[in-house]
């Protein structure tokens, strides 16, 4: 058994539970819990200001109110058309393709914290393709809480942090019939900053992050059972995948999740079953075991099955076993409450355009984990998601590595 890269090492992950270092030098970012066109002008926060300017002004009056420190060094994630969002959020102007106005290109902003105290992403380049390792979704304002929708986002920005040609006319239009790019607050990988586009007299969210370069983030055990996304895929017949191992249907599932946890060292590489439905299995009945599960990097993904079903998730299953993470399409024939659909490739037996195959899609932390839209059998490869079935024998994760936790920690009464 071969243990493969990995972003962080084995059993040493980034942990919502654990703190930073008291002197940390920690910088945060936010969605505003405030919306408004793309004429940022006719904000109310933006004190009559316009265009890239209005947005800052903005993300500097609400941070100033929720009290957050530093609240000048906030600046709007927003492009035009010359200024790129990168550039902008290393306290700079002007085009990343022309450095920044540098003599080289700067890399040095983030890391980054959501202002709940849970990482959002590691130094600005990690966050932009080819790496999208944006741990969790930006999903919190000013305020330390999530808002309610719309959950779209003003951005003008492409996933590589350059300006789109649609920016509301550089933030200034009042029209309608121009348009803004904009991206999902609940969403991970590309799309949380873009691939949207719509009319700029929609009220939409902006996002503020604070500039500068902060104190790496800290790295702590994980030790909870594990989800991951795989980094291979396929076509929806699974017994054509080269880990089936010549099973086929859900059966072949389970055996690619365990080829692949197996050859990247993962604990307990034979407890994985993929998170797959077909007529007769409802995907969320084949788990013995009801959680709670994590990331490889120690991000909880749910507290148990009725946590994973619920709706939403705490972090989108988007770290691959390799440890890179994923923005991809997953095959999964599994609505949001863990019951079969119609559409699951004949079994996951048919790789044909007669069979549909539902889906979701890894960078999200809502419904649409588990279930967006359908496709032809042929169309488009998908990845899987494997979770870990295996009981936890000790109420402390004795047995998952965290050697020091069970000295110390009591069984609640």
Not at 97 to 112: D, E, H, M, V
Not at 121 to 132: A, K, N, S, T, V
Not at 148 to 161: D, F, I, L, N, R
Not at 346 to 355: M, Q, R, V
Request: hydrophobic share 35%; net charge negative; proline share 7%.
């Amino acid at each position: 058994m071969r243990s493969i890269r990995r972003l962080f090492p084995p059993l040493v992950a980034l942990s919502l539970a654990a703190a930073a270092p008291v002197d940390a030098a920690k910088l945060y970012m936010f969605v505003t819990s405030a919306m408004g066109p793309g004429n940022l002008a006719a904000w109310p926060d933006a004190e009559n200001h316009s265009g890239l300017v209005g947005g800052d002004t903005i993300c500097k009056t609400l941070a100033l109110e929720a009290g957050l420190a530093n609240p000048t060094a906030y600046r709007a994630y927003l492009s035009s058309s010359t200024d790129d969002a990168y550039c902008r959020l290393h306290g700079l102007t002007g085009k990343k393709s022309a450095n920044c106005t540098q003599p080289s290109l700067p890399t040095g902003a983030g890391p980054w914290w959501r202002t709940d105290g849970k990482p959002f992403g590691d130094d600005l380049p990690d966050l932009l393709p080819p790496d999208y390792a944006v741990i969790l979704p930006p999903s919190v304002d000013q305020n330390g809480v999530m808002p309610p929708p719309p959950h779209e986002v003003w951005t003008g920005t492409s996933s590589a942090g350059s300006a789109e040609a649609s920016t509301c006319i550089n933030w200034t239009s009042p029209q309608g019939t121009d348009n803004g790019i904009y991206g999902h607050l609940f969403r991970t990988g590309y799309s949380w900053a873009t691939g949207y586009s719509g009319g700029c007299l929609t009220q939409r969210r902006l996002y503020c992050f604070e500039t500068g370069d902060g104190d790496p983030l800290p790295v702590y055990p994980a030790n909870r059972p594990l989800a991951f996304l795989t980094n291979q895929y396929g076509y929806g017949d699974l017994s054509e995948w080269p880990q089936a191992g010549g099973q086929s249907g859900i059966a072949a599932g389970d055996e690619v999740c365990r080829v692949l946890a197996d050859y990247a060292g993962l604990r307990d590489p034979d407890s994985f079953k993929a998170w797959l439905s077909d007529a007769s299995t409802d995907a969320a009945s084949r788990f013995v075991n009801h959680g709670p599960w994590a990331r490889l990097d120690g991000m909880l993904v749910a507290e148990s099955l009725d946590d994973l079903l619920d709706g939403s998730i705490a972090a989108p299953i988007n770290v691959m076993e390799t440890g890179d993470y994923g923005s991809a399409a997953v095959w999964t024939g599994t609505l949001v409450d863990g019951t079969a659909c119609t559409e699951t490739c004949d079994g996951w037996s048919s790789g044909l355009d007669t069979f549909q195959g539902r889906y979701g899609i890894a960078y999200d932390m809502l419904a649409d984990w588990t279930a967006i839209f359908t496709h032809d059998c042929d169309f488009l490869t998908k990845r899987l998601y494997c979770l870990h079935d295996v009981p936890l024998l000790f109420f402390d994760d004795f047995e998952s590595g965290a050697l020091l936790a069970w000295s110390a920690r009591l069984p609640a009464e």
